[in-house]
Structures are given as structure tokens and as C-alpha cells.
């Protein structure tokens, strides 16, 4: 079965400072993967996703995510983050029959103005 | 956009009660899911449906039961609520690759 780690439970950075979250899949064969975003109070909304292709995906507000089949990563990152990035950040990775995800424990980003 | 709206937001039960949480979306999607999320443990998958009256089990389905009435409609079901399910649930409907969320209901078992 599918997992995803992400090993970093809370992340504090500085406003303007650069960002990167880490994610760690276990899938056999190509995976679709994922990172939602939990701002506070609210639902998850889609940052971006990773379908076979390009290993650059570029997300909104300015995100973007690097797939790696050799280190079975999916790490998100910023270049400079706003107090608004404030929130839970989700990995996930789609099942081969594409019903279902699995998601990691979550990131939660604290912005220090 | 996807719309998804889940009720109550709020509720409080006690040890034995029984409980229905609502969630409905306005996008024909044919998939709904069901989700609990807890500290450590990320988003987890409770019960899922790819249409009216169809229901597949997800990954932490004990003590929870499900129902889907129409296109629009997913209803969970604790029937005898736990203190161990107080949590936050969302409800998510999937439209291809990307599922779409609620707001989530927090729920709390006394």
C-alpha cells in the first residue's frame, strides 16, 4: 500500500525568508502526487499536483514542487513566504486505482514577521 | 468552483449518543469521501462513495457508518459515539484527479 511521509511537523520561518517542506512517498510505480494547503479554520484547498510528465510543477501563490523517482520525494517550496502562508501544508499521493489518497501528517508553517 | 458544504460545523454529544453529519455538493461529482483529521495523524479515510446508494469502506471505518441518498448527498452515521471520535471531519467530492473540500465539522464526544 501506498504511503507518505513528511517528516517535519511544524516549520517556523521568517516573512520574505525562502521555504521548503519535505515529502516522502512510497508507491509502486508512477505516482500522482499532491500538496494541499489548510489555512486556519477552513478546508483543504489544492496547492498544486503532479501528473507524469514535467518533474517542476509550479502551484498558485507562488509555490512550486520537484518530483524525484530516485529519492521517492515531493518536496514543496517557496522562494520568499508571506505571513499569509500561515497554515497546514498536506502531501498526498493518489492509489493506482485512483479512487482514493493518502495523506501525510501534515507541516504546519509558522510566518515570524 | 466546486462547492461543498458540510452540517452542522459544531457539535457536542455525549458518551452513547447518536450523531449525523451532512454533506452536500453542488457539482454532480460522482465520488464524496469521508475523512477524519487528528494531530499526528494527518487526514484519514472513513468511508467513501462513487454514487447514490453505493458505499465502500475506507481505511478507518470502525464505530462509523455511511450513507449516500442522492448525487448531492453524504450523510455519517455514529450511531453509539466515543470519545475517541471527537475530531475534525471533512467531507471531499472528486471531480477526476482533484477532490474538492468542506469546511469540516468538529465534533466533540463527551
Known amino acids: 500500500a501506498q504511503s507518505v511521509t513528511q517528516p517535519d511537523a511544524r516549520v517556523t520561518v521568517s516573512e520574505g525568508a525562502s521555504l521548503q517542506l519535505r515529502c516522502k512517498y512510497s508507491?509502486?510505480?508512477?505516482?500522482?502526487l499532491f500538496w494541499y494547503v489548510q489555512y486556519p479554520r477552513q478546508g483543504l484547498q489544492l496547492l498544486l499536483k503532479?501528473?507524469?510528465?514535467?518533474?517542476v510543477v509550479q502551484g498558485v501563490n507562488g509555490f512550486e514542487a520537484e518530483f524525484s523517482k530516485s529519492n521517492s520525494s515531493f518536496h514543496l517550496r517557496k522562494a520568499s513566504v508571506h505571513w499569509s502562508d500561515w497554515a497546514v501544508y498536506f502531501c498526498?499521493?493518489?492509489?493506482?486505482?485512483?479512487?482514493?489518497?493518502?495523506f501525510g501528517i501534515g507541516t504546519r508553517v509558522l510566518v515570524r514577521p | 468552483e466546486a462547492a461543498v458544504t458540510q452540517s452542522p460545523r459544531n457539535k457536542v454529544t455525549v458518551t452513547g449518543g447518536n450523531v449525523t453529519l451532512s454533506c452536500r455538493q453542488t457539482n454532480s461529482h460522482n465520488y464524496m469521501y469521508w475523512y477524519r483529521q487528528d494531530t499526528g495523524h494527518g487526514l484519514r479515510l472513513i468511508h467513501y462513495s462513487y454514487g447514490a446508494g453505493n458505499l465502500q469502506i475506507g481505511d478507518v471505518p470502525d464505530g462509523y457508518k455511511a450513507t449516500r441518498t442522492t448525487q448531492e448527498d453524504f450523510f455519517l452515521l455514529l450511531e453509539l459515539a466515543s470519545p475517541s471520535q471527537t475530531s475534525l471531519y471533512f467531507c471531499?467530492?472528486?471531480?477526476?484527479?482533484?477532490?474538492?473540500f468542506g469546511p469540516g465539522t468538529r465534533l466533540t464526544v463527551l
Open positions: 471531499a467530492s472528486r471531480d477526476r484527479g482533484e477532490q474538492y
Open positions: 498526498a499521493v493518489k492509489d493506482s486505482a485512483g479512487n482514493k489518497l493518502t
Open positions: 508507491y509502486f510505480g508512477t505516482p500522482y
Open positions: 503532479y501528473y507524469p510528465g514535467d518533474p
